[in-house]
């Protein structure tokens, strides 16, 4: 009798867990057809960074079809299905008024040497059409995203040229403030601010960026700098890896007014997958991540969200989502919520091809207008490494003239001294 019932129980549970089992295949199942009709398109990838880190940025000795000491690589794209990726261009804050300008082409020159060496896997990417014909050949568009402002060195004519390189995102700050805005440190009492925000050749910057089809990323920035871009920015903004901070309180995340702000412009909101911005803690699940995409659904809607994974820019992942191939399961954790096609699709690509599209749309508009070549004061960006060429009465050049002025006068004085 025991027996039987043991027996039975053991069927139920075995036939019940086989059944949760089932419903998850088929969520997956359907997150991978979903993958194959629209490309997920990811915000963020540092894979550029630890080619430098790693390798030096010698591609030659690296095999992306097998390297193991990253989250990404060429069989763990294709498992993952990744349609689109913005490939960061990052280099620290220290480099800042150092040689930040020359190692952040040299990260752009690492990716477009990536998708040279790897042609059946990547196609270089500068467009929302870009972007669909490599979904189209099974290829991952490769775009490029400049991580800091830093990495311009305070010149419009610097953005203009990593633009024409290719470039198709500035986050205006990393974790340091620039001679023209104030980072999110700023906003954790950490560090002061300097700029109470943007400062007037911060917002010239913005007004290139818009004329350019540019995107302005606001990952990083302190919540004025947000909400002076979303009140100024004639294209949407996005947030290429952040998550949301009614979930996680951290001052990286977007707070829900900025959500409904982000909304009300059409903008994005890609979520970022490090543990910390995930849970404010070390440790963090799945279902953590898909929290954040239930919550900005909830606040502003569907059409604002993206994936930004941030992969090869953190150390901790939440368990299940170790790297790029795992992101499919956040796509089916989202099904499993009840999110309809249409809605996850929006996440999957949608959204951020609506929003460089109109960035796009936004540029063919000012078509015409003149680039901006009104530099920033000098006073602004003085220091050693810096030079003063073409600023009239300033900086080095100046001092060395009057330096070379006192000499004359000096010398003068003492020849007329000297009997003769
Ligand atoms: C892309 O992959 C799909 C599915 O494997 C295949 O049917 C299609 O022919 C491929 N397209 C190209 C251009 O290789
Ligand atoms: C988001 O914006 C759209 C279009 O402006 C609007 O229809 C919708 O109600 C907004 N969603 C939320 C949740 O505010
Ligand atoms: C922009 O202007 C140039 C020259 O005036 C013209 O050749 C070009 O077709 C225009 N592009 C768009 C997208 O309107
Ligand atoms: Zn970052």
Redesign the pocket.
């Known amino acids: 009798m025991l027996s039987k019932f043991i027996l039975a129980l053991y069927l139920a549970l075995g036939l019940s867990s086989c059944a949760a089992s089932l419903a998850e295949d088929q969520h997956m199942t359907r997150a991978l057809q979903l993958m194959?009709e629209t490309p997920l398109i990811d915000g963020h990838n540092d894979l550029p960074w630890q080619l430098r880190k790693q390798f030096n940025n010698e591609l030659n000795k690296v095999d992306l079809n097998t390297l193991e000491t990253t989250h990404t690589n060429i069989p763990k794209i294709k498992e993952g299905r990744l349609g689109a990726q913005f490939w960061s261009a990052y280099v620290p804050c220290e480099t800042q008024y150092k040689d930040a300008v020359r190692q952040t082409l040299e990260q752009i020159d690492v990716v477009h040497r990536m998708c040279q060496k790897y042609p059946e896997t990547f196609m270089f990417a500068t467009s929302s059409q870009d972007i669909m014909e490599a979904f189209?050949?099974?290829k991952t568009a490769s775009l490029i995203g400049v991580e800091g402002g830093h990495s311009l060195d305070s010149s419009l004519g610097t953005l203009r040229t990593m633009y024409h390189l290719g470039v198709r995102y500035l986050t205006l700050t990393h974790s340091c403030n620039t001679p023209w805005a104030d980072n999110w440190l700023v906003d954790t009492g950490s560090e002061p601010s300097q700029h109470n925000g943007l400062s007037p050749f911060g917002k010239q910057l913005i007004v290139e960026m818009n004329r350019l089809g540019m995107l302005i990323d606001l990952a990083h920035v302190t919540v004025k700098v947000m909400n002076q871009v979303l009140d100024m920015s004639k294209a949407p903004v996005i947030f290429s890896h952040s998550s949301a901070y009614s979930i996680c309180p951290h001052k990286r995340n977007v707070p829900d007014d900025i959500l409904k702000r982000v909304n009300e412009t059409r903008g994005i909101v890609m979520v970022n997958f490090y543990n910390d911005y995930v849970t404010c803690s070390k440790t963090a699940k799945l279902s953590d991540v898909a929290d954040h995409f239930d919550h900005i659904k909830k606040v502003a809607g569907v059409g604002i969200i993206g994936f930004g994974g941030d992969y090869d820019g953190v150390t901790r992942l939440p368990e299940g989502l170790e790297d790029v191939s795992k992101v499919p399961k956040v796509v089916a954790e989202l099904l499993k919520r009840g999110w309809t096609d249409e809605e996850v699709k929006a996440a999957l690509g949608k959204n951020l091809l609506r929003v460089l599209g109109e960035a796009e749309k936004v540029r063919d508009s000012l078509n015409g207008t003149n680039p901006d070549d009104v530099p920033i004061p000098y006073e602004e960006v003085k220091n050693t490494c810096r030079t003063s060429y073409g600023y009239p009465n300033a900086g080095p050049a100046h001092s060395l003239s009057t330096l070379a002025l006192l000499l004359t006068l000096a010398l003068q004085a003492l020849i007329a001294l000297t009997p003769s």
Do not use: A
């Open positions: 194959s189209r050949m099974n």
